[in-house]
């Protein structure tokens, strides 16, 4: 079975343009994870879905930052304008709800210059 | 709020060599505990996890356990290889709490094992 899905897996942007970051969980998950890892913060928890329904926003740093799921099956990030200081590997995660256990996507490398 | 707490790195040790990771938690529910491995350039991978007091995770050589007396879940292993040269987070997830699904990472430790 494919795994968590993520594109592009590598981004250069400039700032102040729009950027977008996509995800596919794995099939039949049902609960979805966006995280961002710095090499300062760490590994931080953006917002999470169930059964496509935001839960949690509250580790969305700004109003720069919106995420959506219209459906099962994708997940987009977007960050609106971007800045320097929003460079970092962004991952995605999913699973089943009510079963712990998060499958992580191979991250997408932002550079915002 | 729940919290995760790991030994800091890096850590460097020899082909062979005996590995522990520290890990303690603070939780008010009764939480899973995960450790979680990230290889360069990759993303986060499930090592092993425990879902109640005195249960043992295990994997590749890796084990763990849910040391509730303690709040901890240290790592260990016996004999590290080159190959386990990754950074390792320990998390845990309130199951019966209100952020049901959300899970709570520690700040990772960076492992380097040398031939």
């Known amino acids: 079975d494919a795994g968590v899905i993520q594109s592009p897996r590598h981004e250069v942007t400039e700032m102040g343009q729009e950027v977008t970051l996509r995800c596919k969980p794995i099939?039949?998950?049902?609960?979805l994870f966006w995280y961002r890892q710095t090499m300062m913060r760490g590994l931080e928890l953006l917002i999470y879905?169930?059964?496509?329904?935001?839960?949690?926003d509250s580790g969305m740093p700004e109003d720069r930052f919106s995420a959506k799921m219209p459906n099962a099956s994708f997940s987009t990030l977007k960050i609106q304008p971007s800045e320097p200081r929003d460079s970092a590997v962004y991952f995605c995660?999913?699973?089943?709800?009510?079963?712990?256990?998060?499958?992580f996507g191979p991250g997408t490398r932002l550079t915002v210059l | 709020g729940d919290s995760v707490t790991q030994m800091e790195g890096p850590v460097t040790l020899s082909e062979e060599a005996f590995l522990t990771i520290n890990c303690t938690y603070t939780?008010?529910?009764?939480?899973?505990l995960f450790w979680y491995v990230q290889y360069p350039g990759e993303g986060l991978q499930l090592l092993l996890k425990?879902?109640?007091?005195?249960d043992k995770g295990s994997n590749k050589g890796f084990e763990a356990t849910y040391r509730k007396e303690t709040t901890s879940f240290h790592l260990e292993k016996g004999s590290v290889q080159v190959s386990d040269s990754a950074v390792y987070f320990c998390?845990?997830?309130?199951?019966?709490?209100?952020?049901?699904?959300?899970?709570?990472f520690g700040q990772g430790t960076i492992l380097t094992v040398h031939p």
């Open positions: 425990a879902t109640k007091a005195d």
């Open positions: 995660a999913s699973s089943l709800l009510g079963v712990d256990t998060q499958y």
């Open positions: 998390a845990l997830t309130d199951a019966g709490g209100t952020s049901y699904g959300k899970l709570t």
């Open positions: 099939s039949g998950h049902n609960s």
């Open positions: 879905f169930n059964n496509n329904v935001p839960i949690d």
């Open positions: 939780a008010t529910g009764y939480p899973s």
